[in-house]
């Protein structure tokens, strides 16, 4: 256990504290209790602590929750199609939004940056301390990362081909696998960096990008060296119709089956989504088998729940996964980067997907956001809140109109309050969030350079789309804009 010194910090006698009970393995609610944390890791949960303190937090009208394991999120990219692909999906391609619409819009370079202290921004105020950040390779990465206080885990993402929609309903595949190669070499070096990184948070994983872009020997070859570096590996899977029968097409076996054949499945692996197994009613497969290689693999799954039912698709169903014995995580997929929303989405959305009030508890979707997505990482020390943990924490203001009556706070906390309720966030035991603000980034006026960037992208859209339409034929405003 961490001794106490001068940088030691308490919240003292907080109303309400998710804390970790180890011996019964889950969170648990303490009333009226100290939390105390010393430099990056937690020194007591619970009762009185009366030593010194370099700092005294008056814990009353405060939740204490353990810090939030984002394991899929597109920070660079996402912010920036606000307003843009809200509500699109390709009605001739089974409804998924990857192929006709993702590359209209790419950020430059400053607006790369602009978008990924936006969503590192949201992320944080959300209660975000853990962050997978997949992101293709760019200037300045690192260095944000670092400034930003958050922990984050590096996924540099490589292919060795991309997809593209020559007409809006067929799927059509350019290979590069010498691109591929040395998309997985520059990975690692990026990863090297980020381990050496002086914050000491920065750490990475291996993630090649989709499993319909990559090469049965790219993939092998990230599978061998995420196990001989003990790194994480995570990879797009089942995360639309058009890939399922594309790899059915291929390989004569499903996604899920197809990365059990190469060895992909396993307790350090992630699959990005995850959504078309086997068993799902879009599919109409005659199989059920792919839920079972998940669970008996140890492998997760990132449900990222906002960004698909924008296109009316979910996970069937998120309860099942778990009844089954899959290890999930949630994702931010898409904007925003809010992590309380896509909690509450996932919530719902498995519910209505079975049409069953108890086909999933706020206890799952709580678990798989902290000790799910830590598990995924294989950690033990962040996603709870107890002695020797990492000082990951979030303070809740209770007294915020959003988050009263409080009868049960978390419950308040997800499908009332969300995020405006968060007060303070601390990651190794740094705040990065104080009274709602983010400390590292001007977020107003990231969002500003974020706005002009878009602006700079959209003329482009009918350059990249297949038709070379208009804008407003490819995403129609809301309303038309009237003469006046």
């Given amino acids: 256990m961490t001794q106490p010194h ?8 907080a109303d309400w504290v998710v804390a970790w009970d180890g011996a019964a393995s889950r969170h648990v609610y303490l009333r009226d209790a100290d939390v105390v944390f010393a430099g990056d890791a937690i020194v007591q949960v619970g009762g009185r602590y009366d030593g010194a303190v370099a700092r005294d937090i008056d814990g009353r009208g405060l939740m204490v929750l353990p810090g939030f394991v984002d394991i899929h999120a597109h920070p660079s990219s996402e912010p920036m199609i606000k307003g843009l692909t809200d509500e699109v999906g390709s009605r001739k391609l089974y409804m998924s939004s990857l192929y006709e619409y993702l590359f209209l819009f790419r950020p430059d370079a400053e607006g790369a940056q602009a978008a990924t202290e936006v969503a590192l921004c949201e992320l944080m105020m959300s209660g975000v301390t853990t962050l997978c950040d997949l992101s293709m390779a760019h200037e300045g990465w690192l260095e944000t990362l670092g400034a930003s206080g958050i922990r984050a885990i590096v996924a540099p993402m490589f292919r060795s081909g991309r997809w593209h929609t020559p007409n809006g309903h067929d799927v059509r595949y350019d290979w590069n696998e010498k691109a591929g190669r040395e998309g997985l070499v520059e990975a690692l070096r ?3 960096r980020a381990q050496q990184h002086p914050s000491g948070r920065l750490s990475g994983m291996v993630c090649p990008a989709q499993i319909d872009t990559c090469t049965a020997e790219l993939i092998g070859d990230a599978v061998a060296v995420a196990k001989e570096r003990r790194l994480p590996f995570q990879i797009h899977a089942a995360q639309s ?11 004569g076996r499903t996604p899920i089956e197809w990365l059990h054949d190469l060895g992909a499945l396993g307790p350090n692996a992630i699959i990005g989504h995850g959504i078309f197994l086997d068993h799902h009613s879009w599919l109409h497969w005659p199989t059920r088998g792919d839920i079972g290689l998940l669970a008996e693999t140890g492998t997760t799954v990132a449900h990222c729940p906002t960004v698909f039912s924008r296109r009316g698709i979910t996970l ?5 996964y778990r009844a089954a014995g899959i290890n999930l995580g949630i994702g931010t997929d898409t904007f925003p980067h809010n992590f309380v929303e896509e909690m509450r989405t996932a919530a719902i959305l498995a519910r209505v997907t079975t049409g069953n009030a108890h086909s999933v508890r706020t206890t799952d979707i709580f678990d798989a956001a902290t000790t799910g997505g830590a598990k995924a990482l294989g950690r033990d020390d962040i996603g709870r809140l107890m002695p020797g943990a990492k000082a990951d924490l979030v303070l809740v203001d209770i007294a915020h109109p959003a988050m009263r009556p409080v009868h049960d706070p978390v419950r308040s906390f997800i499908y009332s309050a969300g995020e405006r309720a968060v007060r303070d966030v601390y990651v190794d035991g740094r705040p990065v969030v104080r009274d709602g603000k983010p400390l590292a980034f001007d977020h107003a006026e990231a969002c500003a350079r974020l706005e002009a960037a878009q602006r700079r992208a959209v003329p482009r859209a009918s350059d990249a789309d297949w038709g070379r339409r208009p804008l407003d034929e490819i995403i129609p405003p809301t309303f038309p804009i009237a003469r006046h």
């Fill in 190 to 192: 990026l990863i090297d």
């Fill in 241 to 251: 119709v058009v890939e399922f029968q594309e790899i059915m097409r291929r390989h």
């Fill in 316 to 320: 069937q169903d998120f309860g099942a």
């Fill in 6 to 13: 001068a940088e030691t910090t308490r919240v003292r006698n």
